[in-house]
């Protein structure tokens, strides 16, 4: 049988092999990549430190609050109880309580200020579960159909091996070690079918010689440019 018949039948059974093999590194490769998940938990995390330190002010603002206001009930006691009588001391007093209503009126403006923060981050923090939780079922679907498309693949894959088996059990094997060898060096592609006497892998015409040669059942031409084995069909 025309040996350059054989190996690109070989050629092509490899050619498919090889694409199989990229296909399924690629969905390998999809199938592990979490960026868009990754990315969205990485800014739930954000906000959730966010909340915390906001709370953690709101908290402050609380506590000073409730002691401010323990403070003025204790100078509005003590004016009003009728202990302090001297005007000066009154005097004191009554300023010291407009003091204190004017913190607790800035810390009440704090705390609002401090509670409309919280709830701005916790809505955009409801967004974004909402949106971590989209992503994870549009990735749970990607993936069940690139398993499904894997297992497709390596049921192609076994058939095309099994194929291969059988198609370099005819080969002899010189010709089959020339083919393994410039398969390595010629990036997967040792066979270059002819078309309008010129080799396709390279693109080079190819003398008539050559051309001739190409054509018989019983030789093995390589092409003079490229190296590689020449298939005239």
């Not at 490899?14 to 390998?28: F, H, M, V, Y």
């Not at 300023?95 to 200020?113: C, G, L, R």
């Not at 070690?177 to 997967?188: H, N, S």
Request: aromatic share 4%.
């Amino acid at each position: 049988m025309n040996p350059a018949f054989q190996l690109s039948r070989l050629q092509k059974i490899d050619s498919e092999i090889d694409q199989i093999t990229l296909r399924q590194q690629e969905i390998a490769r999809m199938i592990s990549d979490q960026t868009v998940i990754d990315e969205i938990k990485e800014r739930i995390s954000t906000l959730d430190a966010d909340l915390k330190a906001a709370s953690k002010i709101l908290k402050n603002i609380e506590e000073k609050n409730d002691r401010l206001q323990m403070k003025l009930q204790e100078d509005e006691h003590a004016l009003y109880g009728g202990k302090i009588r001297l005007p000066r001391e009154l005097q004191d007093l009554q300023n010291e309580i407009a003091s204190v209503k004017n913190q607790i009126s800035d810390h009440d403006e704090a705390q609002i200020n401090s509670m409309l923060q919280i709830e701005e981050l916790e809505k955009n923090k409801e967004k974004l579960l909402k949106e971590l939780a989209e992503a994870e079922s549009t990735f749970a679907t990607r993936v069940a159909g690139l398993k499904g498309e894997n297992t497709s693949l390596e049921k192609k894959r076994d058939n095309l091996l099994t194929e291969r088996n059988a198609a370099v059990q005819n080969l002899d094997s010189s010709f089959l070690e020339k083919y393994e060898t410039l398969r390595k060096i010629k990036r997967g592609l040792a066979v270059s079918v002819v078309v309008d006497q010129a080799c396709t892998a390279c693109g080079s015409t190819l003398t008539p010689s050559d051309w001739q040669a190409a054509r018989s059942p019983e030789r093995l031409v390589t092409c003079s440019s490229c190296g590689r084995i020449l298939y005239a069909g």
